[in-house]
């Protein structure tokens, strides 16, 4: 071989070397940024326990700090750094024995993240497919089985990441926790590598009757996006809309914030939408699913349909604490200095006529999943009115937590949610919101509402009202 040849293999041979050297290096350096140091976590949980000991607005917030903390030492790492995915998994159980879906930590979701190339939502205990990526898993399919592990076997395992006062309520929080099998249980050891390798999954579904078996491979969660942009999703529900039925308009209201354009929006799609058909005889408010946490998107709507000013007695437990400075002034309460106290303050609701002003008799339809600003705002009005609503009881307690605060933490790439106050209503602590007109529906009938296929609940609620506006 001539030296040429030789000289120009040993360059070609040294720089694939040098390439895939560095590419490691800095694929280690960004792996080694990702870590989080042991005492980070400690700091995160110990942040934890004490807004459960000085915030948490209940006369046992002691004794939950205690087990929080024994909860705990079960779980504490022993390493001195982890990947953010483990931080959460060490301290989200401990803070699950809280039993309150407002007071928990987000999963962390990092762009590198394998994750399953589908999403679903469980309806009691059954998974279905929300959205897709691949061909051959379809919206609206069951999965079954994931790597020949049952689906109820998977949800057992990840109940602890969840937090809530019973299982229906946990398994809402079950959809990003699926999709990262991947990273939360089946990721033995944390390696740095170059390029990101696909992982493969067995995976059972059942779809239009038939059960099959097919092969997935992960992707990353920042492509996932990309992927499943092109397959169809289910239906998604929409911040607010209106369809009218003869003498019925129904007004359907989804999640979104009080702040930027979707609320501008929103007034102008209830102004216009009311002066378009004041001669309705009734409306029927549908606020099942919704998540609000703010009373006001309720009230602007409802003010048009009180006369004169109406207010409605409440009450509300806050500590008072420096923490809860700004809650406490929102009720009423002036701050001078922190006591610990648990202070139970009245309050109230107040509306106020609202142009245009309609006649029209309002009714509320809700289903167990309704919570927060929105079941407030249902036991609100079901102090106004008899008779006048109609679904299933609600998951949530009437005297549930509230004026929920947010803190991110940078390092362990996870959000901590906590309340800062509780509804503290005259009834039993266990007590739900209960309406008028009860309306059983089956796991099935759940699905079918889920994938648009039918809605159940609403024919039978609109069967209701045409039997009352006959019966006037």
Known sequence: MKVGVKLFL???????????????????????????????????LENAVRIAKEVYPFENRGEIAVRILEEYKKYRPSGRKMLPIDAFKVIQPAISVVDDQNFR????????YSVLPFTVVVIDGRAIVSSSAVSHIKAGDEVLEINGRKMKDLIHLLLPYTSGENY????????????????????????????????EYNIKVR??????????????????????????????????????????????????????????????????????NKDLKIVLLDLRG??????????EFFDHFVEKKTSVERWISIVNTAYNMSVLNKYGVEFTKTTNELLRIKYFHTFEAREPTIK????????RYTSNAALDFIYTFKKLYKNRTIGEPTLMRINHTTEVD???????????????????????????????????????????????????????????????????
């Open 10 to 44: 040993m360059f070609l041979i040294a720089g694939v070397v040098v390439t895939f050297s560095l590419s490691w290096i800095i694929e280690f350096y960004k792996f080694e940024k990702r870590l989080v140091p042991a005492e980070r976590v400690e700091r995160l």
């Open 406 to 472: 947010y803190k991110f933490d940078d390092a362990v790439k996870t959000t901590f949610m906590f309340p800062e106050a509780a509804i503290d209503e005259d009834v039993a602590a266990d007590e739900v919101l209960e309406p008028d007109f009860k309306i059983e529906l089956s796991t099935e009938e759940r699905i079918n509402y889920l994938k648009g296929i039918e809605d159940t609940m609403l024919n039978k609620a609109m069967i209701i009202l045409k039997e009352h506006l006959n019966y006037e």
């Open 105 to 112: 930590l987000y999963p962390p979701v990092e762009p590198v």
């Open 290 to 299: 919704v998540a609000s946490r703010d009373f006001t998107i309720f009230k």
């Open 168 to 199: 229906a309520i946990r398994e809402q929080q079950l959809t990003t926790l699926i999709q990262l099998i991947p990273e939360l249980l089946d990721k033995e050891k944390r390696s740095v590598g170059i390029f990101y390798r696909q992982r």
């Open 207 to 276: 779809g239009d009757s038939n059960e099959r078996n097919v092969v997935v491979k992960t992707l990353t969660a920042m492509s996932y996006p990309r992927e499943s942009s092109q397959y169809p999703a289910l239906p998604s529900r929409r911040p607010f809309e209106f369809y009218r039925e003869n003498d019925i308009g129904i007004f359907k209201f989804g999640t979104f914030s009080l702040s930027g354009t979707t609320y501008n929006s929103y007034r102008e799609f209830v102004i216009n939408t009311l002066a378009q």
């Open 360 to 367: 029209a008799q309002v009714w509320i339809l809700f289903d």
